[in-house]
């Protein structure tokens, strides 16, 4: 079975290699970020994550996080067959300005 991901902001992919190619790329542009999970809940062959997407502060303040959801459908074996995830495009984008200036200000402070 092949792996199906809606993605509500990046769009729809279809298949391991395409979304690996996808998810290497993004993190390589934005090695700053990390989720950390708040929840999940396990029903059948589903799981639902909710996780903050985080920016850690470079000044050492609080950390810039926006919210996402995540649903996952097991396939066996260790493996999920499809995967639609939904986070807030405003935050994302409010989230990242904050960290850029707090890291041009970091840079600049030294």
Same mark, same amino acid.
């Not at 303040?61 to 495009?89: H, K, M, Q, R």
């Given at each position: %079975? ?5 993605? #509500?902001?990046? $769009?729809e992919m279809r298949g391991r290699e395409q979304v690996r190619d @996808?998810?290497? #790329? &993004?993190?390589?542009?934005? !090695?700053?970020?990390?989720?950390? &999970? ?12 909710? %996780? ?5 502060? !470079? *000044? ?5 996080? /926006?919210?996402?959801v995540t649903i996952l459908g097991y396939a066996g074996e260790e &493996? /999920?067959?499809?995967?639609? $995830? @939904? @986070? *807030?495009?405003?935050? $994302? ?5 904050? /960290?850029?200036?707090? &890291? ?7």
């Amino acid at each position: %079975m092949d792996v199906h991901y809606v993605e #509500r902001v990046y $769009g729809e992919m279809r298949g391991r290699e395409q979304v690996r190619d @996808w998810i290497t #790329r &993004l993190m390589v542009r934005n !090695p700053h970020i990390h989720a950390v &999970l708040m929840w999940y809940l396990i029903e059948a062959d589903r799981v639902v994550v909710h %996780m903050l997407n985080r920016y850690n502060n !470079p *000044s050492g303040g609080a950390p810039l996080n /926006f919210p996402g959801v995540t649903i996952l459908g097991y396939a066996g074996e260790e &493996l /999920f067959s499809d995967e639609e $995830g @939904w @986070w *807030s495009l405003t935050a $994302g984008q409010d989230c990242y300005r904050a /960290f850029q200036a707090l &890291l041009k200000d970091t840079v600049q402070g030294d």
